[in-house]
């Protein structure tokens, strides 16, 4: 005995005829029922929620919009350029590479104040369809191992012990500037580097509150700052300038930090 067998079977003319009108009714032409279709703002609605679960997504697995809110890393971005940031590079335990420009939270006291945003704003950021404020955007000059010196002769950083160029990115030393890491003197030196930190410069080196200007100088008594930015603070790697148009373009590392030698080389 098939599911079917202990339904009751009407005689054929017998039945109930508004059952009979009714399923002719809800049936095309050739027999196939037909869909009955949403109302439109039932439709709209469902195309609105799809999409915004799409952008939280995707805001938390992949791509994330932020906004440069200071000229610390010009002349490659422009203070209230627009700038998308990947997360992928970052999955399953990556870490930035030297000579990567990265966006992170503030390690605590690093950020200046920034307005609160609107209601819209706020709700628009939070699924990642307006540039996000209240982080910093920097350049890695160094990671685990590493020691950064400045300067040489020239004013160049030294990354373990080997000048690295740095004219292609780095903004133009003004007028009694020396070296290309000024924000605390032409003598410093950081590092090594601890294991899960990175040591981070703005390129516009004469105006950036980065690593150098949290450095504990030798003459500095009891000071607790650390000059190191935490890996897992690190959201993600700038690729590109999306707003203004007349700016948009990729943004790549530089391969002059990339190749300097690795600690211990």
């Not at 133009?172 to 981070?200: E, H, N, Q, Y």
Request: proline fraction near 8%; charge should be negative.
């Amino acid at each position: 005995m098939t599911p079917d067998d202990d339904v009751p079977l009407a005689p054929a003319g017998q039945g109930d005829e508004s059952s009979v009108a009714d399923d002719a009714e809800s049936a095309g032409g050739d027999g196939h029922a037909v869909r009955r279709r949403l109302p439109i703002w039932q439709e709209l609605l469902l195309l609105v929620a799809a999409a915004v679960v799409l952008a939280i997504v995707a805001k938390a697995l992949f791509v994330q919009a932020f906004y440069i809110p200071s000229d610390s890393m010009e002349p490659g971005l422009v203070k209230d350029d627009r700038i998308l940031v990947q997360k992928v590079s970052s999955w399953f335990g990556g870490s930035p590479h030297r000579g990567d420009v990265i966006v992170f939270r503030d390690p605590g006291g690093w950020a200046e104040d920034s307005d609160d945003p609107g209601p819209l704003q706020g709700v628009l950021s939070a699924i990642g369809l307006y540039p996000e404020g209240g982080h910093l955007v920097k350049r890695v000059v160094g990671v685990a191992g590493d020691v950064i010196t400045c300067c040489d002769e020239q004013g160049r950083i030294l990354v373990n012990g080997t000048p690295v160029d740095e004219e292609g990115f780095v903004a133009s030393r003004p007028a009694g500037i020396t070296c290309d890491g000024p924000m605390i003197g032409c003598d410093w030196s950081a590092g090594p580097v601890p294991d899960g930190k990175l040591f981070v410069m703005g390129d516009n080196r004469s105006n950036s509150a980065d690593s150098t200007v949290h450095l504990c100088l030798p003459d500095d008594v009891d000071c607790a700052r650390d000059p190191y930015v935490d890996v897992d603070l690190v959201v993600g790697t700038v690729f590109a300038v999306a707003w203004p148009l007349s700016h948009l373009r990729h943004v790549g590392g530089s391969d002059e930090l990339r190749d300097a030698p690795s600690a211990g080389r």
